[in-house]
């Protein structure tokens, strides 16, 4: 089946520590997302790339870095810069022509302990 | 000003209301716009995508205004189901990124 997966689903990290989250699509899409939900609030983008060994800056991307070495992959790796990890962070993947949704994976809920 | 605005909500309605979701967005280069619905602690979902001339999927109908920069959501027959939170989502240009909205919150009650 065709889709975006991302690992883990829940996420336990230390104070200081990098932690980096998995998504994978095999629905041959260019563009990948990152976006971070908080509690009650909507989404913000973190990073998306279009193509690959490319991506931009969202509106949130201090304190986290991705990678975009393969199409199917777009690891988001959260830094100890990062003040306020603890969230709920979902990857999404599309087609790049216009009038076309994106699809998300079901996920990753950090936590900093 | 942000850039993809909602009703703030929550909406609680009883089963077989209408209940209509107001959406305003401030970039006139916008392209493509969705509903999008997220269940609690869940991803969202497409619900709709929403075209010029207007487009209904059963129960939902969605419409749009390019002049005012307004989209709009109306469920009739509302269902338990329903409950969940819906989220504007505007595509900007061509290959750009997803905007969301911050959602309104429905909840219907029996």
């Known amino acids: 089946d065709g889709g975006i997966t991302q690992s883990p689903k829940y996420l336990f990290r230390k104070e200081g520590q990098n932690v980096t989250l998995s998504c994978e699509q095999n629905l041959n899409h260019d563009a990948m997302y990152w976006y971070r939900q908080d509690p009650g609030q909507g989404l913000r983008l973190i990073y998306y790339?279009?193509?690959?060994?490319?991506?931009q800056k969202g509106d949130i991307a201090e304190g986290y870095s991705v990678s975009r070495e393969k199409k199917e992959s777009f690891p988001l790796t959260v830094t100890s810069a990062q003040k306020n990890p603890t969230a709920f962070y979902l990857c999404?993947?599309?087609?790049?022509?216009?009038?076309?949704?994106?699809?998300f994976g079901q996920g990753t809920r950090l936590t900093v302990v | 000003r942000k850039e993809v605005e909602q009703d703030p909500g929550p909406f609680n309605v009883p089963e077989g209301a209408t209940v209509a979701f107001n959406c305003t967005y401030s970039n006139s280069a916008s392209q493509s716009f969705f509903w999008y619905r997220q269940d609690c602690r869940k991803e969202p979902k497409l619900l709709m995508s929403v075209y010029s001339s207007g487009n209904e999927d059963g129960r939902f109908t969605a419409q749009l205004n390019r002049a005012s920069q307004y989209i709009s959501l109306l469920i009739r027959d509302s269902k338990l189901s329903d409950s969940a939170t819906y989220l504007c989502?505007?595509?900007?240009?061509?290959?750009?990124?997803?905007?969301f909205g911050p959602g309104t919150r429905l909840s219907v009650l029996p």
């Open positions: 790339s279009q193509i690959v060994n490319d991506f």
């Open positions: 999404a993947s599309s087609i790049t022509e216009q009038y076309t949704e994106a699809f």
């Open positions: 989502v505007v595509k900007e240009n061509y290959g750009q990124n997803f905007v």
